[in-house]
């Protein structure tokens, strides 16, 4: 066999980025719905730019678009980040099996929606795109919140400073409150001893 022949390296091109949610020309589009600024949950939040009904979609959450291995390894990068810096831990949203939306973009701010245990807004998974959905009617001036929906696992990472009434004091979805409870109990239990 002549030299030719041996295997050539594989020469596969980096795809371009795929971009969730902007127009033709890269620009994001408005959201007459809400707009950014200062929050007493986490540095800055969203806020209803006027009244907003329920069910009603308020605001697309924007990003590229990239593979769960990739999603894995950026989110642990954020989130180192954010133990030394003052920034946002992880802005990514699971799309569906295979992939995940980066939204860590000053043009998405959707990021900036905050955490509540007693959420006005839900993240809903609209045909290929996520959307924060009004729970209710949200007063202008409002902020802006949602579940995260974060597993027990690392409940100690991230507490939560919602101040609603029901706040559990940790980000963790909902139907983990009371194992959670349980768990908090446990531990002052065992302080205690």
């Known amino acids: 066999m002549g030299k030719d022949s041996k295997k050539k390296k594989s020469s596969k091109k980096k795809k371009a980025p795929v971009y969730l949610g902007l127009d033709k020309n890269g620009e994001p589009p408005e959201f ?14 969203l806020f209803a ?11 697309q959450y924007l ?6 291995k990739e999603s894995t390894q950026r989110a642990n990068a954020q989130h180192d980040l954010s133990q030394t ?7 990514i949203f699971e799309l569906d099996d295979k992939t995940d939306i980066d939204g860590n973009f000053d043009w998405n701010i959707a990021r900036l929606a905050n955490h509540s245990c007693s959420p006005n807004c839900e993240a809903q998974n609209v045909e290929g795109e996520i959307w924060l959905v009004s729970l209710r009617e949200i007063e202008e001036g409002e902020e802006i919140t949602f579940d995260y929906g974060y ?4 409940w100690e990472d991230h507490p939560c400073l919602c101040g609603s009434d029901n706040c559990v004091g940790h980000i963790v979805r909902k139907e983990d409150w009371n194992k959670l409870e349980k768990l908090k109990k446990r531990r002052k239990k065992k302080k205690v001893s």
């Open 49 to 59: 730019a006027t009244d907003i009904p329920e069910d009603d979609y308020v605001i």
């Open 32 to 45: 007459p719905y809400v707009r950014a600024s200062s929050s007493s949950i986490h540095n800055r939040g």
């Open 151 to 154: 597993a027990l696992e690392h």
């Open 63 to 68: 990003g590229e678009i990239i593979k769960k």
């Open 85 to 91: 810096e003052d920034v946002g831990s992880v802005y």
